[in-house]
């Protein structure tokens, strides 16, 4: 499990997630530990946890139309790393004048899994998008009134035979600008600022939600403070993690990838633009 947060305020977009990869081994045969209370009792262990690496890239970036892209969940598909999927994904299906919301949609289709969870962010006409792309379904979490959902197949997230897929919002989501047509003056839709996230989510459903919940004004709240908000939920996750008497799946560097109407720039990159 991992842990992924995309802030959205009017300046910009930032989207964040850990570096830390997980894996599960199968013990064959399953590892007998001895009681040390009860001799001659055991338990087995069929599987065991660890950390393979906090190195791992979970935001990335579709260079051909400023797009970001965050993950969490299985970080192997087919066999490649996410990046690298990614990486054939925008060769193969991304298209230079594609919108954020058929990047959405085509990735709802060309990943054909249930175990990985994607954020998909970008700016079309200076109108800010944010998309959850999970189990072939995909929702947008920033424009309301003409809000999409976008229908799902019969063995997706929501059909009601499995759960939906978790992602958090701010109980004090507001709406606040309207984007009218310049002649006729009708409000076509309604931006919303605020943040999402997914992953293990305890640590920011509690600071962020739990009463009382967090009354941040995502209406007023600059670039630089939303950078920092994005990068305090990861890291307040991890701390989190550190003093839970569980396996700790959240860890390492923290990627910080801003997207504007203008430009898309990594605040913080492991590899390209590491913490100093």
Known sequence: MSIMCCVYVPEGIVMAADSRLTRTKQTKPPVEIPFVDEPGKAILLPQTTYTSSDNTQKVLLIKKSNVGITFCGNAIISGVTVADFIRRFEIEKVLA??????????????????????????????????????????????????????????????DGNMEAP??????????????????????????????????KMTAITKIVNNAPPLNADWDTMTLKDAIDFAEFLIDTTIKYERFCDDIQTCGGDIDILVITKDEAFWKQHKIYNPIK
């Open 166 to 199: 978790e992602s958090g919002v701010p109980e004090n989501l507001k709406e606040t600008v309207e984007l009218c047509d310049s002649e006729e003056k009708e409000i076509t839709s309604k931006i919303r600022y605020g943040a999402t996230w997914a992953g």
């Open 97 to 158: 004048d594609d919108t954020t919301e058929q990047i959405a949609l085509k990735l709802a289709e060309y990943y054909t899994g249930n175990d990985t969870h994607f954020f998909v962010c970008g700016y079309d006409n200076d109108t800010p998008y944010v998309f959850d792309v999970n189990r072939q379904a995909v929702n947008q979490s920033n424009i309301t009134e003409n809000e999409k959902s976008y229908p799902s197949p019969k063995d997706a997230a929501n």
